[in-house]
């Protein structure tokens, strides 16, 4: 009897899972295939095929995979892989906490890449995927100004406080915090544009906007620590580099592939104004598919004219953390980091500390979220580019995750607060 194991059924979405076959004939070509369909009716899928040994078994943690959306030893390459079948969709998870992902996985006895709706398989689980631990709590938040969620970990705490932001997209997106909180951490996804009352378009950075963000969150009675730490990515990096260098409050920053300098916004914050490098539109590129490149659009930090524009990350207090992939098409990430390491070690700074991920792209997220190397954004018309190769990438984000866990911890965790 043909047999499709998969361990455990119901898992946080950055959990690894098992996936084993048993009962085939030795030597028998299969194919596994993954699929779910997400809250906006978007149908995502992928496949691999295997061969099974000589007991008749496909074990994912050791077996090869020999074509498909990937080859070789990939344990969660099927989640790795899924692709939309709408072109340029990227899977994002909205409503946290009261549905997972579920996915389903499929064998075929036989190579069956260009399988119908029709097809029966052998063997088929599904599989829940959440966002949110048992007992995790989403709190809205609603200051006077700031506008979020704020993701609370079971217990009385008191746990160690960050802020989680994303980039140019806009809007309130959750999954990193609720993620984060199902690990121990008092996490407050922080949307700053597009969402509710707050302006529609970024058209400055107004810090003080941020610095009440932190307060609220050390202020709330189940945060513990003198200090809070903030993760970011893209422009949202931009400001938590920012953040880290101005707000005393901040004290364990993760910034994943941001820049070093203000771009096309302003920085205002009581006296000071860091006014932007201007966006250069003009070289903005159209790629093969109708893909947009904003690669170039970025102006040149290093260049004499813009020196006024970089943020004088030497005042930090806190610690910083820079993730970076090498592949990068949306900013040169990289090379913005690696001039901020320059700058530190002229200013004599060791708090710093950059890893970077050749062949990883711009959307470094929790592990199990699928590759992602072209999107459409509310922004644009035609899909963004933001590079990387589908293997490595997912390497990065499995690597990064525990790292930046790692970080936070050590750097938010004094002695009395809680840890899951």
């Not at 690990?183 to 003080?208: C, I, N, T």
């Not at 920012?242 to 916004?265: D, E």
């Not at 903005?284 to 004219?305: E, I, K, N, Y």
């Not at 950059?354 to 699928?370: D, V, W």
Request: include cysteine.
């Amino acid at each position: 009897m043909i047999r499709l194991i998969v361990t455990p059924k119901i898992s946080l979405a950055d959990e690894p899972l098992k996936i084993q076959v048993s009962g085939l004939p030795p030597s028998q070509i299969v194919t596994l295939q993954a699929s779910l369909t997400d809250e906006k009716g978007v149908f995502f899928h992928s496949q691999a095929l295997y061969w099974s040994d000589k007991a008749g078994e496909v074990d994912l943690e050791q077996a090869a995979a020999t074509g498909g959306d990937y080859t070789g030893v990939q344990p969660m390459g099927l989640f790795q892989c899924l692709k939309p079948e709408k072109l340029f969709h990227r899977l994002m998870k909205q409503d946290v906490m009261q549905s997972p992902f579920r996915v389903r996985l499929d064998l075929f006895d036989s190579f069956n890449l260009f399988s119908s709706p029709h097809d029966q398989s052998a063997a088929s689980q599904t599989v829940e995927r959440w966002y949110v631990a048992p007992g995790v709590q989403r709190v809205q938040i609603r200051g006077s100004r700031v506008r979020g969620a704020l993701f609370l970990p079971p217990g009385e705490g008191p746990f160690p406080g960050l802020i989680d932001m994303f980039g140019g997209t806009g809007g309130l997106i959750e999954f990193r915090a609720s993620l984060l909180a199902s690990r121990g951490f008092a996490a407050l996804a922080l949307a700053y544009f597009a969402y509710e009352d707050l302006p529609s378009f970024l058209d400055e950075v107004d810090l003080e906007y941020f610095e009440e963000a932190a307060n609220i969150l050390l202020e709330h009675p189940k945060v513990g620590g003198a200090g809070i730490g903030v993760v970011a990515t893209c422009k949202g990096a931009e400001i938590a580099l920012a953040m880290a260098t101005f707000l005393p409050q901040i004290t364990a920053t993760v910034c994943i592939n941001g820049t070093n300098a203000m771009h096309g916004t302003a920085l205002h914050y009581r006296d000071l104004h860091i006014s932007p490098i201007p966006y250069k539109l003009e070289h903005v590129r159209q790629m093969p598919l109708g893909l947009l490149s904003l690669f170039s659009v970025f102006g040149d930090t290093r260049a004499g004219a813009n020196q006024g524009s970089i943020i004088p990350v030497e005042k930090a207090q806190g610690q910083l953390l820079f993730i970076v992939g090498e592949s990068d098409q949306n900013y040169n990430s990289k090379a913005y980091a690696e001039e901020v390491m320059e700058r530190m070690r002229r200013h004599g700074r060791k708090n710093c500390t950059l890893l970077s991920y050749p062949g990883a792209g711009h959307l470094i997220e929790p592990p199990g979220s699928p590759f992602c190397p072209c999107s459409l954004t509310s922004f644009f018309t035609l899909p963004l580019m933001w590079g990387g190769e589908a293997q490595p990438h997912a390497a990065a984000q499995e690597h990064s995750w525990r790292e930046i866990q790692k970080f936070l911890w050590h750097h938010l965790c004094p002695t009395g607060i809680s840890k899951l």
